[in-house]
């Protein structure tokens, strides 16, 4: 079965967070968006976040088999352990790819 972690990151830790992921063997691929982190608690925004009321993060997206979890998650950790990062596992009920004669 596969599954969807949905990691936020600072942007001070993207590559390190990319070229870990390239180099799993058991990982297809992955997305990466830009995103704006809105929360209540402001006590570690900046000054300009403070003023805009929110944080830039990055949003990663990684399609795993669910037996892949837990390497996955420690070999993440590894790298997000100074710079902590929230994180979230999603069962996909299906997936594949359109266009090529599926419906």
């Known amino acids: 079965m596969k599954q969807l972690l949905v990691l936020i990151a600072q942007h001070n830790i993207k ?21 704006c982190g809105f929360s209540r608690e402001h006590s570690q925004y900046n000054l300009k976040e403070q003023v805009e009321g929110y944080r830039q993060f990055y949003k990663f997206e990684i399609m795993h088999p669910q037996q892949s979890q837990e390497a996955l998650l420690t070999t993440l950790a590894q790298v997000c352990q ?12 299906s997936n594949g790819v359109l266009g090529q004669g599926q419906p």
């Open 15 to 35: 590559d390190d967070i990319v070229d870990t992921l390239m180099s799993l063997d058991y990982l297809s691929g992955f997305s990466l968006v830009d995103i």
């Open 82 to 93: 100074h710079n902590p990062c929230r994180y979230w596992i999603v069962p996909i009920a």
